[in-house]
C-alpha cells in the first residue's frame, strides 16, 4: 500500500518509504531461514520452492512490472541448467557459485539476443515467440545429443562443495541452504530494482507505452533491459536445479515448465515480487499432497483450486489478510511520518 501524501513530501522521501521493509516480510524470510533447523526432514521439497520461487520472481519482472508476457521462459532456465551441468561435468569451473554467476550470465546473454523478437507484436505474438525461442532450444538439446545426453539427459554430472567446503548431500540440506541464500540475495537486487525510478518507468511502460515514449521514456531500452535481467534469473534458478541435483534432461525445456510457472504466478499474484514466492510455496505443497493423495488424478485438484481463484477471484479469498497488512501500513506510515516531522 501506498504512504498517504501527507506523510511525503519529495519524490526521493516517496521512493523511500515505497522501499521500507514492512514487518510481514521480516517475519516471511525469517521464517523461510529458521526452516533450516526446524524442519530439516522437507529440505528436499524446500530446495524445489526456493528455485521455483526465483524462477517464478524472473516471470514476475517481465509480466507483472513491464507487460510482457511469455510462454517460453523456460527456454532460459533450461539453458542455464545445462550451462551449469556441463561446466560441473567437464570440471571446467568446479566452484558452484562462480558457475551459479556464468550460467546467470549465459541466460542473460541469450535474453539480449531474443529480447529483441518480443519488442513488436502483440501479446499473441509474444506468446507464439517465446514458445518457439523454448521449443527450439529443446529441439537442439535432443539432436545435439553427444553434447547434452539428449533424451537420456546429461548424466555423470559430479557437483563440487560450495566454496569447497559445504558438500551437497541427498538429503537436500545444503542445496535448501545455498537455494534459499541465492533467492534471498536475488530478491534483495529484484526489489531494488523495481522501487528505483527505472521500476517505475516499467510500469509506466505496462500502463501505457505510448504516453511513456511522448514523455520521454526509453520503452524499446527498457523493456530489452528487464527482459535481459530476467533470463538471468531464471537461467540462475536453472542452474540451482541441476547443482542440487546434479542432473540436466530435456524436461527443464518443456512447455510444461513454462505452463507451472505461469500457474504459480496466477496463485501467487503477479506484479509484486511475494506473489511468486507465496504461490510456489503453495503449488509445491499442494503437489506434494495432492500427488500423494492421488497418484493419476492430482492435476485435475490443481486445476480445480485454479478455476476457483478465476471465479471466485484472489481478493475475496485472501480478503482475511486485510486486517493485518492495514496493520503493518499504518505502523510504517506513522514510523515515516515521525521522521519527516523530525527532519522539519
Not at 43 to 52: C, P, Q, S
Not at 147 to 166: C, E, H, W
Not at 202 to 216: D, H, M, Q, W, Y
Not at 319 to 341: D, K
Amino acid at each position: 500500500m501506498t504512504p498517504p501524501p501527507i506523510a511525503v513530501r519529495t519524490a526521493t522521501e516517496w521512493l523511500s518509504a515505497r522501499a521500507r521493509w514492512h514487518p510481514l516480510e521480516i517475519v516471511f524470510w525469517f521464517a523461510a531461514f529458521a526452516a533450516i533447523y526446524l524442519f530439516p526432514a522437507r529440505h528436499l521439497i524446500l530446495t524445489e520452492i526456493a528455485w521455483l520461487g526465483l524462477f517464478a520472481l524472473s516471470l514476475d519482472l517481465i509480466l507483472g512490472y513491464a507487460g510482457i508476457i511469455s510462454l517460453g521462459h523456460a527456454a532460459f532456465f533450461g539453458f542455464g541448467a545445462y550451462t551449469a551441468a556441463l561446466l560441473a561435468k567437464h570440471e571446467i569451473i568446479e566452484e558452484p557459485v562462480l558457475a551459479l554467476l556464468i550460467s546467470g550470465c549465459a541466460a542473460m546473454a541469450l535474453g539480449f539476443v531474443t529480447s529483441f523478437l518480443v519488442l513488436r507484436g502483440s501479446d499473441l505474438t509474444r506468446l507464439m515467440v517465446t514458445l518457439g525461442v523454448a521449443l527450439v532450444l529443446r529441439e537442439l538439446a535432443n539432436r545435439y545429443g553427444w553434447l547434452t545426453g539428449g533424451a537420456d539427459g546429461l548424466q555423470g554430472v559430479s557437483i563440487k562443495p560450495v566454496l569447497g567446503v559445504f558438500r551437497f548431500d541427498m538429503f537436500g540440506h545444503t542445496g535448501y541452504t545455498y537455494s534459499l541464500t541465492v533467492l534471498f540475495i536475488l530478491f534483495l537486487v529484484a526489489r531494488r530494482l523495481v522501487n528505483s525510478p527505472f521500476g517505475l518507468s516499467l510500469l509506466s511502460v505496462k500502463s501505457n507505452p505510448l504516453r511513456s515514449s511522448a514523455i520521454g521514456i526509453s520503452v524499446d531500452a527498457r523493456l530489452v533491459a528487464i527482459y535481459t535481467v530476467a533470463a538471468g534469473y531464471a537461467g540462475i534458478a536453472g542452474a540451482l536445479l541441476a547443482q542440487t541435483t546434479a542432473f540436466a534432461s530435456l524436461e527443464v525445456f518443456s512447455f510444461d515448465r513454462s505452463a507451472d510457472l505461469l500457474l504459480v504466478l496466477i496463485i501467487g499474484g503477479a506484479g509484486y515480487l511475494y506473489g511468486g514466492l507465496i504461490g510456489a510455496i503453495i503449488f509445491k505443497f499442494m503437489q506434494d499432497y495432492l500427488s500423494a493423495l492421488t497418484p493419476q488424478y492430482w492435476p485435475f485438484w490443481i486445476g480445480l483450486a485454479l478455476v476457483v481463484i478465476v471465479l471466485v477471484g484472489r481478493d475475496r479469498i485472501t480478503s482475511w489478510t486485510t486486517p493485518i497488512r492495514l496493520m503493518a501500513a499504518r505502523l510504517n506510515w506513522r514510523a515515516l511520518a515521525r521522521r519527516s516531522a523530525e527532519r522539519l
